[in-house]
């Protein structure tokens, strides 16, 4: 992967994003999440250069991902919701309903979590399209937490061992989809015929994308953890900075 030097130039440049951790603070109540000022700003800018696109690739749901970004019908910003399962196009129908393998089995399971984070004071289930997502983050007791996640691991394996687990920042999440926020980049940069990505990430399955990028491309990782990109930003404010740059000498090298 290159760095940003020398992707300000390209001829049709997508800018994927994630969004909590990314553009947004992590918060403890999911819904409340908005981008900092900075991060505005800065994607602001980027949707200003010419030849330029911004989409933002979350494992939110569609819907929940167009009300924390603020996303309106007529908004140019591409949309990845579900690691990639649904997408939101500018002129094209929204994709946020895609075919359900087992709606009766998701509600089930769904319910059983709940039910067992009902005995773990600040555990919550948030509702997905393709399954659901455990939060810890106002968990207390590291060991409640822990015995959660292992009751419900157990519950998973027995009832839907095909689902797909993903561990992110004090959520797990699970998905009868395998949608991976890697194919939704590859599928991103077909859609607006891109000649190089920018891709910025602060958790654990960003690293699909990270990992899935070209010679050409430029990966960030906001934050520390171990990474394939080959760019390091302390955190949301740095990276803000960093995309305001990659605008301006955009439109400096496309004039």
Do not use: N
């Not at 440049?13 to 505005?40: N, Y």
């Not at 399962?85 to 769904?110: Q, S």
């Not at 891709?199 to 899935?212: C, N, P």
């Not at 990028?213 to 960093?242: F, K, Q, W, Y």
Request: net charge negative; proline share 4%.
């Amino acid at each position: 992967m290159t760095d940003l030097g020398g992707i300000a130039a390209t001829d049709r440049l997508l800018v994927a994003l994630d969004f909590d951790g990314t553009l947004s603070p992590l918060v403890d109540e999911p819904m409340t999440a908005r981008m900092t000022p900075a991060a505005r700003d800065a994607v602001a800018a980027l949707l200003s250069a010419p030849d330029t696109f911004v989409a933002f690739v979350s494992g939110r749901t569609l819907a929940d991902l167009r009300v924390i970004a603020e996303h309106e019908d007529d908004s140019p910003i591409l949309l990845a919701g579900s690691h990639g399962a649904e997408y939101w196009i500018p002129g094209a129908p929204a994709d946020d309903a895609a075919a359900e393998e087992d709606p009766a089995l998701r509600d089930r399971l769904r319910g059983e979590a709940e039910r067992l984070a009902d005995g773990v004071p600040g555990a919550w289930v948030e509702p997905k399209t393709f399954g659901f997502g455990i939060h810890f983050r106002t968990v207390a007791d590291g060991d409640s937490a822990e015995r959660l996640r292992s009751d419900v691991d157990r519950l998973m394996a027995d009832a839907a061992p095909g689902w797909r687990r993903r561990q992110g920042h004090d959520i797990v999440e699970y998905a009868f989809t395998d949608a991976g926020k890697d194919a939704a980049v590859v599928h991103l940069r077909e859609v607006v015929r891109a000649t190089a990505v920018v891709f910025a990430g602060d958790d654990v399955t960003d690293e699909d994308a990270l990992r899935s990028l070209g010679s050409s491309d430029c990966g960030i990782r906001v934050g520390a953890g171990e990474t394939a990109a080959s760019v390091r930003v302390r955190d949301i404010e740095e990276l803000a900075g960093l995309l305001s740059t990659l605008a301006r000498e955009r439109v400096a090298a496309r004039q």
